[in-house]
């Protein structure tokens, strides 16, 4: 059986700039009430905006920025 190679993150912060970049969040396990873990498929392009995410070379568009966040939020309220 093969296996998704997915990265875990839980940086809510992350997630949201990976989902304005067009990234769709694979999973979230918010089991642990003080940390929400997400989950994204890996890929090399993914792996590259991590990595610029870090070292600040990410530009997004504020509102979509906090659109994404909003979602995110709405999704763990929802519980989905």
Do not use: C
């Not at 396990?29 to 610029?52: C, G, M, R, W």
């Not at 530009?59 to 994404?68: E, G, I, K, S, T």
Request: no cysteine; aromatic share 10%; net charge negative.
């Amino acid at each position: 059986m093969d296996t998704i190679p997915l990265i875990k993150t839980p940086d809510t912060n992350l997630a949201a700039t990976l989902l304005t970049l067009g990234y769709y969040i694979d999973g979230m396990d918010n089991s642990n009430p003080k940390k929400v873990i997400f989950y994204f498929v890996k890929t090399p392009q993914l792996v590259a905006h991590i990595e610029a995410y870090w070292k600040d070379e990410l530009n997004v568009n504020p509102r979509d920025l906090a659109y994404a966040r909003k979602e995110i939020l709405a999704r763990l309220h929802e519980g989905t």
